[in-house]
């Protein structure tokens, strides 16, 4: 359920993050919240399951 997602920790910040920007890089994000690549990456998942996201591969294939 979306709520339970909304819930999670660095949800919010994750979004407010993005809110006035097109994009991030991923260790732009990881950087400023300070935290673990895996988390980040579950949460970010999570956030595209959901189409709250959208994650764009960069030309070498790499995220």
């Keep these: 359920m979306i709520f339970k997602v ?3 920790k660095f ?3 994750i979004l407010e993050m993005l809110e006035n920007v ?4 991923f260790s732009e ?8 690549q895996g988390t980040v990456e579950r949460v970010i998942g999570e956030l595209v399951d959901y189409n709250l996201l ?9 995220n």
Excluded: Q
């Design 6 to 8: 909304l819930a999670k």
């Design 11 to 13: 949800v919010r910040e």
């Design 22 to 25: 097109d994009e991030m890089y």
């Design 29 to 36: 994000i990881m950087n400023k919240l300070n935290t673990h």
């Design 54 to 62: 959208s994650k764009r591969e960069d030309e070498e294939g790499k």
